[in-house]
Each structure stands twice: as structure tokens, then as C-alpha cells.
């Protein structure tokens, strides 16, 4: 083996890498000699020994849920304990054994990095089955020394013995709850799919309803249940539905068409290079029709709300009660209603500007989060509060009244009236004043020989610039008009298909409908403008796909539509916010110069 001396001879560059790497090595070990027999750094050692298991070794943070509560004694769930970091051992499952009988587990881990953090989460898995029924409760699971939260969750007797032929292998079951719920309120569809048998394949239709919003909530989630004796497996989806006219309205039945694995069907050779054998079937659930119910008489407020839970805060980014005089403060007023989409939420702030304070509203945040038990709709309005003059101001009470669909009862949700200070900021005060010495009158001097004398050269030279730059203004101006009055128009191919003038005619309806103050026939003509433009069908859907100032305009047609004021609307804004939205649409559509349109006609 050639040796590292002799290497710069026959490859020069890693000959003297190698001596530079060996070079290091020797003062690295030398240097941890000399460091090892000090004192102070063998001391220094035994503390970091002693500290690191306490660094390294913190309790880590485990979590626990189910997929599903309430559940039936006969049906199985899941139980999800989740971990944001490795905890100190493996989980023990036995306490779990004493109320539920384990059917399965699993494990997996991931890992995601947000804004150059790594951040490491685990998740244990277990489907398991009740033993009895009651409120009961999920123990703590010990990790080691790291211990998951307890957890409770009602078990329900087996469910009451259903009308259905125990040889159907597979069939659809739908319940809609309320069934006579108020116009706009939130109606908790449900759909299951028992089955029995092996799918290669399927399609569901979702479900179809005039004149309602239909969301999804969240993911499917499959268990085992038994139907009078029969073992299914069990696939659930749920829906949210908020009717917007009363009356009576009928959720058409869902159709499921798959393909079930035949069980007599055998491939010749194997399942690998030949297809299973498959049946085509094709199932339909029962239809269900909803009472719709109008804006009770008892409700008294000015736009109807209907909702299971609702709540209003502020918060402030300084200390309201001692703000300072031209700086400004940021009000954040945030609405959580659970129950309604975003499109009912009305406007929070009643702040008016005048010549003491002033405000300034930033667009406001609309957010849906659907979870497995509704919608849950959230609004926030930051509002820049600027006082001008130094004292206290009363900002006005904000109350949201609304409909609990729970209780069947009127709530006011209220913020109190909030009282600012400003006070004058320190330095703004103005100082005391100065007498004023007039100018003292110099004679006139004679100019000393030896100081510089200031002539007029320097004006004339900034006199020459100018009038060179002005030409050369005046030349390059008349090179462009030049160019622009012998360039050739180019003309773009007008399109005029049957969907414009269908647009076009919903446009002139709603011209109108603003111009009569027809708030019904103003709904009509935006729906049929949003079906045609972004295929959306309700009022909620429209504003979303629109401009801020547009969106406002038609979610307030939509809650006079359902107030009690609806012969009070005014569409003069709404037409005049509509037009300037179209001509901006058209400005940007202009400017972008071949870009694809977000929405396609």
C-alpha cells in the first residue's frame, strides 16, 4: 500500500488532503489529553452526565380519541393514541382489556417539517369492541414513564333489530336528523353501507336536494357491527344540510353501483394473472323528505341565525386602556358558531369613524371546519383603532342574536360596551416658547481676496443640463407616438356563445331586480348567474367565489332574504358593487395577456 508520504508525487492534491487530515487528528488528540487532565473539565463532564437524562428524557405528550362516540354495544371503534415525540417505552394495552375486547392494532409514525422544523408525531391504532354497556371510561395507557390522558365514551345497547333480510349481502341505510328542523339550520345526514361481501369496485351518488348547501363531513370511517346476528362491515359517511326555504323538501335516494367479488367465481390458474370474478349490483337507499320550518314568530332579531352553539371575543394587540394618540391598536373580533356555514355569519364591527377616532377594517377571515358532528364556521374581523385626540371613547356594545337549535329558544350573545383611553404620547407635547430674536442687520463687507467668489457658472451649467433634458423628454415622447400610431391594431376574435347571452340576460335581470328593490327576484337572477358562471346553487356558495365588497352585498341579501325586514332592501349597492367587480374582473382578464381564468365558462 503506498503510503500517505509518497502520495503527493503521484496524486499531488489528494497526497496533501490526506497529510492536512492526518495533521488535524494529532493536535485533536493532543488537545483532548491536555483538556481531560484538567479539573475543572472532568468536573464539568460529570455535571453534563448528570443533567443529560434529564434534557433528553422529557415526558412526552400522548393524546387520546375515538373515532366514533357515541357507539352500540354490538359495533366497533377505534381508538387513537397519539404522540408528539418517542415515548420513554412501549404502550402496555392491558387496562383496556377490562371493558374492551382488543380486535386489532397498528402503528405509524410521521414526520413533517414546517418553516425549517422537523416535527415527529407517532400514532397507535387499536380497533377494539365494548363489553358492556354505560358511560365508560378509557384508562390512562402507560408509555414507560409517560402516561396518555383518560378518556370517556358512552356505549349505547345493541341497536333495535332492523326490518332487513339477513341474506342481503349488501344494502344501504340513510337518517337524516332533525327531520323537521328550521330554514337554514344544520340537518345531520347519514349514510351506511353494510356489506358482507368483497367490492373490486364501486360508485356513490351523492345526496340531491333543491334549494339546500350539502357538505361533507370529514372522512369515511369503516367498523364491524351485527345485524339480528349477522356480522357486516360497516361504512359510514356523513353529510350537512341547511335547507334554504321552508316547506317540504325530499333528500332523493342514494345509488350505490359496484362490483362484488363473486365468492364461486375461481380463477383457472391464479389470482395474479387472471381477474376475479365479479358480479354488477346496483343498490338504492330510501328517500327521505324534511319539514322545513319558517323564522319562528318568537325570534326578534334583524337577521336570522340558526345554530347549535355560538360565541363572540375580542382581543387586543396593546393595552386599550392606555393607547397613544396616532399610533394605532388592532381589535380583533372573532364569531365560532357551530352549526351554520360562513355565509350566515353576519358583520361584527359597529365602529364608525369620526374626527376623534378613526378605523380601519381589515378584510375579514371566513374559515369551515367540518368535523364528524357539524360545520363549524368561524369569522374574524381585525379593525385598526387610531386615536386623534387624546381622552376615552366608548366603542358600542356588538349583540348577535340567534336561534339555539337545541334549546328552540332566542340567545343574545353580547360583547359590553368597551371604553378606550388615549392618552398624549410622551415628546408630543409642545414646548415652551422661545423668544424670537430678530435678525441682526450686517454691514456690508468686503470681500477678502484669498475667499472663493461664487459667480453664476454653476447656474448656468445646471440651466444647460436642464434644457437638454427636457429635449431629450421631448424626443423620446415623440418616438413612442411614433411607434403607436404606426403599429396595427390587433383585434381578438370575439366569442358569443348561447352561455354568454344566458349570463348576460342574468346580468339584465338583476340590473332589474336592483333597480325595483325586488330582493326575491335579485336572489333568482344571482343564482342563475352563479350556476352559470362558477356552477354554484345557493347564495352562501356565490359570495364566496366573489370579491369582498360583492361577497357583502349578497351574503346581507341573504340574511334580509330570511330576516324581517325583507321589503326594506335597497339594491342600488348591490348592482353598483356588481358592476365594478365585473369591470374589474375584465381589467385583470385584459392585463394578464393569455393566462388561463381561474374559472373556466
Known sequence: MTSPSTLPSKYPKLGYTLLAIQHLLTRYVGLTKRLLTQPTTLIFLILLNLLWPTASFAAAHITAAVDRNPVSLDESFQIIFTASESPDDNPNFKPLEQDFKILGQSQSSNISVINGTATRSIRWVLKVIAKRAGNLSIPSIKFGNDVSQALAISVTQQAASKNVDTDQDLYLDVEATPQSPYVQSQVLYTLRLYRRVDIAQASLSDPELADAVVEKLGDDSNYNTQVNGVNYLVTERKYAIFPQKSGSLTIKPLVLNAEVVSSNGRPRFNGFFNPQSTQSKRIESKAITLDVKPVPSTFTGKHWLSAEQLEIKQEWSGDFQQMKVGEPITRTLTLLVKGATVGQLPELNTLKTNNQIKAYPDQPTLQEQKNADGVVALREEKIAIIPSQSGDYSLPAI?????????????????????????????????????????????????????????????????????????????????????????????????????????????????????????????????????????????????ELCEARLRDEILLLNQVLYGKEAGQWQGKKLFQTFTENKARTKLASTIDDGLEPLYRL
Not at 461664487?454 to 440651466?463: A, H, L, R, S
Open 399 to 543: 349583540e348577535i342574536p340567534w336561534f339555539n337549535s337545541q334549546t328552540q329558544k332566542m340567545e343574545i350573545a353580547k360583547l359590553p360596551e368597551t371604553t378606550i383611553t388615549a392618552i398624549a404620547a410622551p415628546g408630543s407635547q409642545p414646548a415652551p416658547a422661545q423668544p424670537v430674536i430678530p435678525p441682526v442687520q450686517q454691514p456690508a463687507q468686503k470681500v477678502d481676496a484669498a475667499a472663493p467668489v461664487i459667480t453664476n457658472v454653476e447656474v448656468q451649467q445646471n440651466d444647460v443640463w436642464m434644457w437638454t433634458t427636457l429635449f431629450l423628454a421631448v424626443g423620446w415622447l415623440l418616438t413612442v407616438l411614433y411607434f403607436l400610431s404606426n403599429r396595427r391594431p390587433t383585434f381578438k376574435p370575439v366569442i358569443d356563445n348561447g352561455k354568454q347571452l344566458q349570463i348576460k340576460d342574468s346580468i339584465k335581470r338583476l340590473k332589474k331586480a336592483c333597480a325595483d328593490n325586488n330582493a326575491i327576484a335579485a336572489k333568482d337572477a344571482l343564482l342563475a348567474w352563479g350556476k352559470q358562471q362558477f356552477n354554484a346553487d345557493s347564495l352562501g356558495a356565490i359570495a
